[in-house]
């Protein structure tokens, strides 16, 4: 099997709009967290200003679903001037899209299902989303993980993943390992995904989430997944997938372990983190980079920091308002190989 030489990763600003969503995942901490109002406009530019003094490239706008149909929601859109979420999102992607060229931030929308018009309402400033398959076990959907998740049904899941298709909307996907589901349906979601991929070539990455138990949740005495269980998923993916499409494991996640997800077939990082809760000392994202870049050397790959626009994807059909002027600046600024590109980004 051949190899990839470039491993990536992106460094990244996690923003959570809200903790409010019509789930009830049974390993989600969303349900008994404080339930914050959407923030304004000016705490909005307020993050987009740190996130690039952090040094970040994406900011992740993350938030749950089905939230128009969410009173203290729908009240706080209403109080703002909006009729409805993705229309306060749409606004959003347009502050992100307005960053200065000297050092371009990018999104990436990871808000769960969406409809093909909302797509296509937010299609002129939108960069790429995240939809995770997650499961596509059909005990998952009767069990504590998803039994109060409607959201979470593979088929509304597959259907947001294939309308993205249909608009060339980029679309990062994956799995949740280690939430009961059998090894059979693991097999079937890597062939739906591969399957996809074959129509509209638009899925441009998979990523492998790992379980992790919650105190508080319904499924905090569930086990989590061994490294064995999260190494032969890693395996089973690049068997099963085609080759351009990368795998993600996230390395702050598994700093203990990168050489081996390197060596299970891993190419990509995902986004490492540059906040922490409210946590901005660089050290700690550093740390998970420079341990990368070691592992990557002795395994004979190099490391290079990513937008989250796959390479493949800085093309006009993918991202039309970006491409060529912020996209190229953009490419240009961070396609330097570590170590050089996270000492410009910190001088």
């Known amino acids: 099997m051949p190899q990839l030489k470039t491993v990536h990763y992106c460094l990244s600003y996690p923003l959570v709009l809200t903790r409010h969503c019509a789930n009830k995942c049974g390993y989600c901490s969303y349900p008994h967290s404080e339930k914050r109002t959407l923030p ?7 993050v987009i200003r740190q996130a690039i003094a952090l040094g ?11 939230l128009d149909s969410i009173y203290a929601v729908s009240k ?27 050092h371009p931030l990018f999104s990436l929308v990871n808000v769960g299902n969406l409809g093909f018009a909302e797509l296509e309402r937010l299609r002129p400033k939108l960069c790429a989303v995240q939809v995770m398959l997650e499961s ?16 979470k049904v593979p088929e509304r899941r597959l259907e947001t993943i294939l309308q993205c298709g249909r608009l060339a909307i980029p679309v990062a996907t994956g799995c949740m390992l280690g939430i009961g589901e059998s090894e059979a349906s693991q097999v079937e979601a890597l062939e739906i995904i591969a399957q996809v991929h074959q129509r509209y070539g638009h899925i441009q ?5 790992t379980f992790w138990p919650q105190p508080g949740t319904l499924m905090a005495n569930h086990p989590a997944p061994s490294v064995d269980d999260l190494l032969t998923m890693i395996v ?25 997800l390197l060596q299970a077939g891993v190419t990509d990082f995902g986004g490492i983190s540059v906040r922490r809760e409210d946590e901005t000392d660089p050290s700690f994202w550093k740390a998970t980079i420079e ?8 395994q004979g790959y190099q490391l290079h920091s990513r937008l989250p626009l796959h390479p493949a994807y800085y093309q006009h059909q993918y991202y039309p308002s ?10 240009q600024y961070h396609r330097t190989p570590h170590p050089q590109a996270l000492q410009a980004q910190h001088p």
């Open 322 to 331: 970006g491409y060529p002027g912020r996209l190229e600046q953009a490419h």
């Open 205 to 209: 990455s998979f990523e492998i989430q």
């Open 56 to 66: 970040a490239v994406q900011v992740e706008l993350i938030a749950g679903e089905g």
């Open 136 to 151: 596509v076990d059909v005990e998952v959907q009767s069990s504590d993980a998803h039994r109060d998740a409607p959201c």
């Open 40 to 46: 304004s406009k000016k705490s909005l530019l307020a």
């Open 76 to 102: 706080n859109l209403r109080y703002f001037g909006y009729a409805s979420f993705i229309d306060y999102l749409h606004d959003l992607l347009g502050y992100v899209e307005c960053t200065n060229s000297n």
């Open 291 to 298: 341990r990368a870049r070691i592992a990557c050397e002795e």
């Open 236 to 260: 089973m993916a690049r068997d099963l997938l085609p080759m351009d499409i990368p795998i993600i494991v996230k390395a702050q996640e598994h700093p203990a372990i990168i050489k081996e």
